[in-house]
């Protein structure tokens, strides 16, 4: 079995489920057992490559957008797996979505599914409802800022390196910066970070010089009016350039 979308893989303990395009799929390492059911008709009527999922406790949640099935339209679908059930259940949004996420609510101790739409406003859905299912940020049009921060360990922590040309993986991303900066282990400083480049097309390939060090670490930040942007992960050419001194 195929994966229509790397964005539909999600684990629950032992089990590892995803869309094929026409199914979903559930693993445990072994052959995939197909689970769709009387819903495969829903999952082959939209376009399975636009696909993402999400699990909450025992509850795998996939968006499959607008589909017709037996002359009926289905505005904005979820299709929702109940594992302890083993069974399926369809429900229909008022908003387009672009993602699903895991929130960690700590007033209520409990894993919330995070939903955000196509413009801006990110959702707190409710389990089996839409009595919570309330926004809980919008941006009524104005900029959102965003940022990530990635900490590369480059090999033995004795020898210091230094990074040379990175290659960079985004989709609309436009506005979206990376910034670079190492760690000395010896001083055991962080170096202020320095600018690498934005991220204008799928493919970016950057010449960088962030100085020397044992860790290095990679900043993106971004803060625009586009509805999301998505970063792939990048690949770095290092090269040893001395000895990081041991105290």
Not at 16 to 38: L, Y
Not at 83 to 105: P, Q, T, V
Not at 210 to 217: F, I, P, S, T
């Amino acid at each position: 079995y195929g994966c229509s979308n790397h964005r539909t893989a999600r684990t629950y303990g032992a089990y590892t489920i995803w869309c094929t395009g026409d199914d979903v799929v559930v693993s445990t390492s072994g052959q995939p057992q197909p689970i769709g059911g009387e819903y495969k008709d829903f999952i082959k009527a939209g376009n399975s490559m636009n696909y993402f999922a999400e699990r909450i406790d025992n509850e795998y949640h996939l968006y499959i957008g607008t589909v017709t099935v037996k002359d009926t339209t289905y505005t904005n679908t979820v299709l929702t797996y109940n594992f302890g059930l083993d069974s399926w259940r369809l429900r229909e949004m008022a908003h387009s979505m672009k993602i699903f996420s895991r929130y960690f609510d700590t007033t209520l101790g409990q894993w919330r599914l995070h939903m955000g739409n196509a413009d801006g406003g990110v959702y707190n859905k409710a389990k089996y409802t839409d009595t919570s299912s309330v926004i809980v940020y919008a941006d009524a049009g104005s900029a959102i800022s965003s940022r990530f921060e990635i900490t590369l360990n480059l090999g033995n922590m004795t020898i210091e390196k230094k990074s040379k040309n990175l290659v960079a993986y985004a989709n609309r991303a436009g506005g979206l910066r990376l910034k670079g900066r190492v760690v000395d282990r010896n001083q055991e400083i962080l170096t202020p970070y320095l600018p690498i480049g934005e991220l204008n097309q799928y493919v970016n390939d950057f010449q960088i010089d962030v100085g020397n060090g044992a860790l290095l670490q990679i900043e993106g930040v971004e803060s625009g009016t586009n509805p999301y942007w998505q970063f792939y992960g990048f690949e770095i050419d290092v090269t040893k350039s001395g000895n990081v001194l041991t105290n």
